[in-house]
């Protein structure tokens, strides 16, 4: 089965900085790769994804690469604030909709 | 359109006693699937149903743990005779039809606390 390895386990950036997240997948039929924020106490909230047959795509201050060779993909937050302090997760997608989690980052913005 | 809905939210059972926990997906979502997270930690894989069916449940103890999408009503996830270690956070999700991996969504999260 799938297996989803996620670097680094905590993370803290001062605000303004950028940070970055980093998965790795073990499947090539994987074709869905979404990321998913969740905070203290809440369910995780899908924040942004990517599919294989792209490369990169961008939201705002965040933004997803994916190279399927490597079988990797990452996040990036830029001009990160405090209210991004959570931890993600990301996630790999395979035949008919089975899904695997990264073990999640946390994330610490220090203002 | 109603979100994922999990009930109870939070459930508290003494060892050896059956805990039950109910997700109803949103609407127009065929695919529910079970996580569950202990403190601290990252969302394990438990569970993947449709409605009627299992199609995976690798992630699922052998032992103890049932799950079902009957045609009719929510999802449950079936814990019988609970112990300490059962203790966690289970998050219920749920996504559209296919097969080229969608989104999903998640409940709020059932607290299942053991004593």
């Known amino acids: 089965g799938e297996n989803v390895e996620q670097h680094p386990s905590t993370l803290s950036v001062q605000e303004g900085d950028s940070a970055v997240i980093k998965c790795t997948y073990s499947?090539?039929?994987?074709?869905?790769f979404p990321w998913y924020k969740q905070e203290l106490g809440k369910r995780p909230q899908l924040i942004i994804d990517i599919r294989s047959n792209v490369g990169e795509k961008k939201d705002q201050r965040i933004a997803v690469t994916l190279n399927k060779t490597a079988k990797h993909f990452s996040l990036h937050i830029t001009e990160t604030q405090p209210e991004d302090s959570a931890v993600y997760f990301c996630a790999a997608s395979w035949r008919n909709n089975d899904m695997r989690f990264g073990a999640g980052t946390r994330l610490t913005v220090k203002p | 359109n109603a979100g994922v809905m999990q009930n109870p939210r939070h459930l508290v059972r003494r060892r050896g006693q059956e805990a039950r926990l109910r997700c109803s997906p949103m609407k127009g979502h065929s695919h529910v699937y079970w996580y569950r997270q202990l403190p601290e930690e990252g969302l394990k894989f438990m569970v993947y149903l449709q409605k009627e069916n299992i199609i995976d449940e690798s992630g699922m103890p052998k032992e103890r743990f049932s799950a079902e999408f009957p045609k009719e009503g929510p999802s449950i996830l079936r814990i019988q005779q609970v112990v300490r270690g059962d203790s966690a956070a289970y998050f219920c999700?749920?996504?559209?039809?296919?097969?080229?991996?969608?989104?999903?969504?998640f409940g709020p999260g059932t607290r299942l606390t053991v004593t």
């Open positions: 499947d090539s039929a994987s074709n869905y």
């Open positions: 999700a749920s996504s559209r039809s296919g097969t080229d991996g969608g989104e999903q969504y």
